[in-house]
DNA sequence: GTGAAAGCGCTAACAG
DNA sequence: CTGTTAGCGCTTTCAC
């Protein structure tokens, strides 16, 4: 039988209720007994019952963290932020993945809820839904989108600017004379692809270039996919001077194609990823890409959760961690 | 107010009992009753309060997962795999990292003890300190090591064979007539460094070929410090025609010094990584490596975790799944 | 300083 | 088929 309060105050003839105090470090308490049960508590290998301590306390100390993919070391990242933060606000998470599924998603949400967490930090799916807008707009808890909005609730997302980081990309290529650029976008149901999309047109909009025919294809964001999709490209014939891709991980499989292909990056193609990923820079050519605060992002979901689980009146409001275009060698012009 | 038995009994008319048995599908309810309830829940928005229930329950279907290091997508891998099996299991999960340090190890033990998880996947440090092994053997809960073991505590792991691995690396490397050969090996407190460094002993002696002056290093597994052993090695004067290492990450690290130093791989240098992460097909050359079945490992220890919480009784039992050397571009001998 | 009593939301044991 | 009672381990309120 694990000890519990009970067994300590009888195994020192106080009152559970002192027995508590003490293990709570409340005031008003001799030091003698303190010491005492103390003992005795560490004795018996009392474990506090974190689980019906929370019963009574308004608050759980539990998160939820919703992933979208973790085989994707971006998310691995963005949480690993959000857990370094968490522990530092004594928050313990639960953790789960939808693989992109926006039902798995709600599901998730309800067990999580169910398990009284505080708050919750999702990466969520299927930005334009109305059913899943009301999903969240009808949730109990505190909750944040960490790197992605989901429209109509703009205000819960903590950001990464992809319009700016797809603009500074088309930008460059567009400035240094690329008019054939392959794009390879994401997946039509998270919000950062629209994102990212707009921000392309902006580029070409800004520097007064029309886009002539679009290269552009809709991938799921996999290694294979980008692969894939450049030999599409070349066996149809088209014609381009630089591939920009939707994050590192379509780049690598870019990459290898293009290399099979016997072209040469950056001087036949020039490639840009993005999510800067660590493993990027040791592509070769080591990869030009967008770098995203992962890690600070997860950090601050994390706090900006933390300040609505303390004070729920506070407004929304969201947030844009601004990125940056890493030069390395799979790109080539002035930059 | 959240909703709960209470206020559906009330709104209904029925006792908090029959509510609480309409909704978790207990026999012996009437139909017209069920539905009357069933719906009125539905309409409050009722969320059944796995706390509170848990505290009547023996279980809390909920486990806790230790991981090592959070940046190293090895250790994803292994998690999604528990994740999976968790889920089809119906178990959530609590998740922690340690970064490699042993007292952060206990204390997320105990917060999770706290909260009442059902059992344990660790992938734990300091296999050798007799106080580490003295706390695990204290748990309360049934536990599993993933991937990695504690002394005098195997029984408790699902491991991947560490030793048959990389034997076959070396046997592989002085089969082809390989005498110098730079081994960068794990940090000195996980069992795989040991494990594998045994499997490099007994490749010299199945050969009969005599380890002459070792080449050894053990690095904490960064791509940076496969990077700058190199480096060193080269400084130094060492002479090399292979590296073995520890990780695909440190081999990263590797084939870019490797590559500044204008040493071609696999001509100059073979080069031999662990693990086979989906990024090391993708590495120029791509990596030969050590396939180590991730996945499996964390989908067996859920597993297996599983069977120990539902028989307290079920003796444990060390399990090696097999791993293989997968042959790419960074290696050109004899198979 | 310390104790007694109530109750968080739920399930289980017993009753009818 | 349904209700009553007790209690999981803890914290809170109110006493003294």
Do not use: W
């Amino acid at each position: 039988m694990r000890a519990t309060l009970k067994t300590i105050a009888e195994a020192t003839g106080f009152s559970i209720n002192t027995v508590s105090r003490v293990l709570r470090n409340d005031r008003r308490i001799s030091n003698e007994t303190s010491t005492l049960i103390k003992g005795k508590a560490e004795e018996l290998g009392y474990i506090p019952d974190a689980i019906a301590s929370s019963m009574r306390k308004p608050k759980s100390m539990t998160i939820g963290v919703v992933s979208a993919d973790s085989s994707n070391p971006f998310f691995s990242e963005v949480i690993r932020g959000v857990s370094e933060k968490a522990e530092e606000l004594g928050y313990q998470m639960l953790i789960g993945n939808t693989e992109e599924n926006a039902s798995k998603e709600e599901h998730l949400i309800r067990l999580f809820l169910s398990r009284k967490v505080d708050g919750l930090i999702v990466m969520p799916t299927s930005e334009k839904e109305e059913k899943h807008k009301a999903f969240y707009s009808a949730l109990p808890v505190p909750y944040i989108f960490a790197g992605r909005y989901i429209e109509g609730l703009e205000d819960h997302s903590i950001l990464h600017s992809d319009e700016d980081g797809e603009r500074s990309v088309f930008e460059y290529l567009l400035r240094n004379g690329h008019r054939s650029i392959l794009y390879l976008s994401g997946p039509e149901n998270v919000s950062n692809t629209g994102a990212r999309d707009r921000g392309m047109e902006e580029a070409f909009r800004a520097l007064g270039i029309a886009a002539e025919k679009k290269n552009i294809f809709h991938l799921a964001g996999h290694a294979e996919d980008g692969y894939k999709a450049v030999n599409t490209a070349l066996n149809r014939g088209m014609e381009f001077s630089a591939v920009v891709c939707f994050n590192d991980i379509i780049a690598m499989g870019v990459l290898k194609s293009l290399s099979e292909n016997d072209l040469s990056v950056p001087d036949d193609v020039e490639v840009i990823g993005y999510d800067n990923l660590m493993f990027s820079q040791f592509m070769k050519p080591a990869l030009s890409t967008v770098d995203v605060p992962k890690h600070r992002l997860g950090y601050k979901a994390m706090e900006v959760l933390n300040e609505h689980i303390e004070n729920p009146e506070l407004p929304y409001r969201t947030e844009n961690l601004p990125v940056r275009l890493v030069f390395r060698d799979s790109t080539a012009g002035k930059r």
